[in-house]
């Protein structure tokens, strides 16, 4: 079993900026696609950015692209998403996700993914 247990969330304003940490534990996940995803009340779970294993690819959402970073850590288990100019619209809740397949691919359905957080919630206002 793998734990993710994400942190950084928060109430900013439009333009600030936020970094989310995602803490992997149970088993090494240095082989592993991670990616951020984020959900509102009604809405399906939607793909925000994702990394590669080794961090060699990334990949993110069309809304994201030019403002989020995500990152990893593997000597600490952790990945990160560095967010920037936030707006309104990237008010949600933001989840790690794992997907539990040697690949070196980023897949971008929910799905895909294995092992999930708990959440953060990050609120932007206007």
């Known amino acids: 079993q793998v734990q993710l247990v994400e942190s950084g969330g928060g109430l900013v304003q439009a333009g600030d900026s936020l970094r989310l940490s995602c803490a992997a534990s149970g088993r090494p996940v240095n082989s592993f696609t991670m990616s951020w995803f984020r959900q509102i009340p009604g809405k399906e779970r939607e793909f925000v950015a994702g990394?590669?294993?080794?961090?060699?690819?990334?990949n993110y959402a069309d809304a994201v692209k030019g403002r989020f970073t995500i990152s990893r850590d593997n000597a600490k288990s952790m990945v990160y998403l560095q967010m920037n100019s936030l707006e309104p619209e990237d008010t949600a809740v933001y989840y790690c996700a794992l997907h539990w397949k040697p690949i070196v691919t980023i897949p971008l359905m929910a799905s895909e993914y294995t092992y999930w957080g708990q959440g953060t919630q990050v609120t932007v206002s206007s």
């Open positions: 990394i590669t294993w080794n961090g060699g690819r990334t």
